[in-house]
């Protein structure tokens, strides 16, 4: 496990980190803030980091060219203040935090095969990736914090600050720093080297989407979990109070219009969004992480 009394030593991964970031061309405007705060971050962004935007393009919006005027105009700024950073990513399907993986990994795929003959690829399986939402305004330590735990960490572990146990259909919630979990999620950002994601992640993901096992939208937090979990890879929460980085911290700055309080009441109407996916995890299991093993 990271040890705490190095977090506040200067240390960073030689290898580069991708940040992966979904949202929606209508709710562009009102992400403003959160975007420039994954830029404006403590952490100190080197050659081969990127910020990933994949936007999503619903038909709303390609009728209504008022509200795309705006947005088009704040991305424009984006690509252009931001050049060797942001990378916009425009995609026209919605598959959650899921989105965000497959994109990255899409990206990175490309950047590595587009490397002139007799250099090195630019990302290896070491490259992290740390994919969060649009609806968290992130604390400015999160991106620092997230690549400072992943780079003491000597088990090639998940870490993100929140998840939670599955027993009997009953939810457990984990903070605790270094606590295991069965579902990690995506809310409170999540870092993973690439490497974790070996050749059969988007088999894996097609397969459920074909199948109608469960949908990604609303669960896709339980479908990449289980991917981890059938990789045996460990999942663990990351709880730094002094740079701000706990469930508590990130669940209050919840920034999106229309949002139900901030307390655990509101927190429960999210689990229950994921009763079905639940049922399936609790009750199919074994069966479920036998996908395509």
Request: with cysteine.
């Given at each position: ?11 960073s991964?030689p ?35 990127k ?42 399907y ?13 990206y ?15 990302y290896?399986?070491d490259t992290?990736?740390i994919?969060?939402e649009?609806k ?7 991106v ?19 998840g ?8 457990t ?5 270094g ?10 950002g ?17 397969f459920i ?23 045996k ?32 009441h ?8 994921y ?11 074994e ?7």
């Open positions: 496990m990271a040890d705490l009394n190095l977090l506040d030593d200067d240390k991964s290898y580069p980190l991708v940040l992966s970031i979904k949202t929606y061309m209508s709710n562009i405007n009102s992400s403003k803030e959160i975007i420039l705060g994954l830029i404006h971050q403590t952490y100190t962004y080197k050659k081969n980091d910020i990933l935007i994949n936007i999503v393009t619903d038909n709303e919006v390609k009728e209504n060219t008022s509200s795309v005027s705006p947005a088009m105009k704040f991305v424009g700024t984006l690509e252009e203040e931001y050049a060797d950073l942001i990378v916009i990513n425009y995609v026209t919605d598959w959650g935090n899921v989105t965000n993986i497959v994109e990255a990994l899409i990175i795929d490309k950047m590595n095969n587009n490397t002139s003959e007799g250099c090195s690829p630019p290896s399986h992290r990736l994919y969060c649009d968290i305004l992130y604390p400015e330590t999160m620092d914090t997230l690549n400072v735990i992943t780079t003491l960490d000597s088990d090639n572990c998940i870490w993100g600050a929140t939670f146990d599955i027993l009997n259909m009953c939810i919630l984990r903070k605790e720093h606590r295991l979990v069965e579902v990690i999620e995506g809310y409170g999540v870092v993973v080297p690439i490497g974790s994601f070996v050749t059969d992640f988007l088999d894996y993901i097609n989407r074909d199948t109608d096992i469960i949908l990604l939208l609303n669960s896709s937090d339980i479908v990449i979990s289980n991917y981890f979990s059938k990789q890879i460990p999942k663990k929460i990351a709880r730094i109070d002094r740079r701000d980085y706990t469930f508590d911290s990130i669940w209050s700055r919840i920034k999106c219009d229309g949002c139900a309080s901030k307390n655990m509101s927190r429960n109407e999210v689990w229950e969004a009763v079905d996916a639940i049922y399936l995890l609790s009750g199919w299991k069966l479920y992480l036998q996908i395509l093993c």
